[in-house]
């Protein structure tokens, strides 16, 4: 695992800095420089706590499943990951002896996975101790923080139930914090906020919500393939029509004109695919209001549906532009 990790080309090393470089806003040169500066600097890796609450380890499983594009390669090969309870190889009284010395230390790059319940510190106890409290203790000293994926930034599916599931947000007033929403995270943008804080010491632009604009900047609604579909009012209502093959899925629960993700550009699966390109409406996943809010997610018969359509029928969500 580690040979795999760590096994880059330089050719593939130069594709990645040219890409980051743009989506940070920096010349190749500084890039460069940023880079060699945060990968050199002491010798030592940055080190990481990966805590984990009420979550499914989904997000664990998006980041260690992503090969390409390199930049989980760099990333995984130059931080030390002091702390992580679905990969680590130590458990028990060393696994959270570990964690308590990493926390005195601080500076390390703080990560979050999972939801904090609210209602009742019983219905997430990690080590024996209230996970609540284990992620106030390790935002304190953090350098970082980073909610990673839906759970973690808003509450996600565990916001629905019965816990009083909140996101970090929510508990950790006095620093800011990078919401990566999605479910699960999208390794791109984990990876990317990494790389931002290496290499200037600062947490990316961020929207209203907490957001990387980098990434949440722009409605999925807008770079849709079956946006004119939409437009025209062909939504589908039959799998079995294949004229129906590739039009709008609105009827079918999809939230696309009311979230904010780059994941119809940016795409998963090492860009190959993604949730409406596999005939599955958008989820909303990306949007504070998921799981909840969005539902249900696979009809239109939702108030979050209802509302998209009278602002469609209201003029509010008017057809795109044609180029010619």
Same mark, same amino acid.
């Given at each position: 695992? %580690? ?11 130069? $594709?990645?800095?040219?890409g ?5 806003g920096?010349? +190749?040169?500084?890039?460069f ?11 030592? $890796? ?6 984990e609450?009420?979550?499914c ?7 260690a499943?992503a090969? %390409? ?18 990969v ?10 570990t964690?308590?010395?990493?926390? &005195?230390?601080?500076g390390?790059?703080l ?20 996970? *609540? ?6 935002? +304190? $000293? ?9 759970c973690a930034?808003?509450?996600?599916i ?5 816990t ?10 006095d ?9 699960p995270? =999208?390794?791109? =943008? ?21 957001r ?8 999925? =609604?807008?770079?849709?393939?079956? *946006?004119?579909?939409?437009? %025209? ?5 039959d799998w079995?029509?294949?004229?129906q ?5 609105? &009827? ?6 009311d ?5 119809a550009? *940016?795409r998963?699966?090492?860009?190959? %695919?993604f ?5 599955a ?7 504070p209001?998921f ?30 532009k044609?180029?010619a």
């Amino acid at each position: 695992m %580690n040979k795999l990790w760590s096994d880059i080309s330089r050719r593939d090393f130069m $594709k990645y800095c040219a890409g980051a470089a743009a989506v940070l806003g920096l010349s +190749e040169l500084e890039f460069f420089e940023k880079v060699s500066e945060a990968m050199a600097s002491a010798g030592s $890796k940055p080190p990481v706590i990966w805590l984990e609450g009420q979550d499914c380890a989904g997000c664990t499983v998006s980041l260690a499943g992503a090969l %390409n594009p390199p930049a989980a390669s760099i990333i995984l090969d130059k931080l030390s990951i002091r702390y992580h309870e679905t990969v680590m190889a130590s458990s028990g009284y060393l696994a959270e002896a570990t964690l308590e010395d990493t926390i &005195k230390q601080g500076g390390y790059v703080l990560c979050v996975e999972g939801s904090i319940p609210m209602a009742d510190d019983r219905f997430c106890m990690i080590g024996g101790r209230p996970f *609540r409290q284990t992620v106030l203790e390790a935002a +304190e $000293k953090a350098g970082a923080i980073i909610a990673v994926g839906a759970c973690a930034a808003y509450g996600g599916i565990p916001a629905a139930g019965p816990t009083g599931a909140v996101g970090v947000q929510k508990i950790v007033k006095d620093k800011p914090i990078i919401n990566l929403p999605t479910c699960p995270v =999208h390794t791109d =943008h984990l990876v990317g906020s990494i790389l931002y804080f290496l290499t200037t010491g600062g947490v990316p632009p961020l929207d209203d919500k907490g957001r990387p604009k980098m990434y949440f900047g722009e409605l999925l =609604h807008d770079n849709c393939r079956r *946006r004119s579909y939409f437009d %025209n009012e062909m939504f589908l209502t039959d799998w079995n029509d294949p004229e129906q093959k590739n039009w709008c899925l609105y &009827k079918k629960g999809c939230k696309g004109p009311d979230t904010y993700a780059d994941c119809a550009v *940016r795409r998963w699966n090492d860009g190959q %695919n993604f949730c409406i390109d596999c005939g599955a409406g958008c989820m909303g996943c990306a949007e504070p209001e998921f799981y909840g809010g969005m539902a249900p997610l696979y009809t239109a018969e939702g108030e979050r549906s209802r509302n998209i359509m009278a602002r469609k029928k209201a003029g509010l969500i008017p057809p795109l532009k044609s180029e010619a």
